[in-house]
Nanobody, 110 residues
C-alpha cells in the first residue's frame, strides 16, 4: 500500500488546513489509519486515528481542534486542523499497519 500525504503549507496562527492521505489500494478502507507528526528535535507523536467503522481517537493536544475523517470511495483519510498554533508546526505523516506516507510540512506562524 502506498500512502500519499498532501495539504500542508504555511498558515498564520488561528488558521486552518486540511491534510489528505490518499492510498493506492482500497484495502485501506478496512484498516485503521493514523496521523502522526514530528517537529524538529522531537519524537514522532500520535495525533489522531480513525477505525474502519469510523471511530476516532485524538491526542489531548489536538482534541476539539482537529477532526479525522475518511472517504472510502476515494481511499482517502483527511485531517481537518483548525485553530492552529505554532506548536502544531511539524511534518505530518499518515500511517496504516506498517505503511507510512512521505510526510507533509505544516508551518504555523505566530
Amino acid at each position: 500500500v502506498q500512502l500519499q500525504a498532501s495539504g500542508g503549507g504555511l498558515v498564520q496562527a488561528g488558521g486552518s488546513l486540511r491534510l489528505s492521505c490518499a492510498a493506492s489500494e482500497t484495502i485501506i478502507n478496512i484498516m485503521a489509519v493514523d496521523w502522526y507528526r514530528q517537529a524538529p528535535g522531537n519524537r514522532r507523536e500520535f495525533v489522531a486515528q480513525i477505525t474502519p467503522g469510523g471511530s476516532t481517537n485524538y491526542a489531548e493536544s489536538v482534541k476539539g481542534r482537529f477532526t479525522i475523517s475518511r472517504d472510502n470511495a476515494k481511499n482517502t483519510v483527511y485531517l481537518q486542523m483548525n485553530s492552529l498554533t505554532p506548536e502544531d508546526t511539524a511534518v505530518y505523516y499518515c500511517n496504516t499497519f506498517t505503511f507510512w506516507g512521505q510526510g507533509t510540512q505544516v508551518t504555523v506562524s505566530s
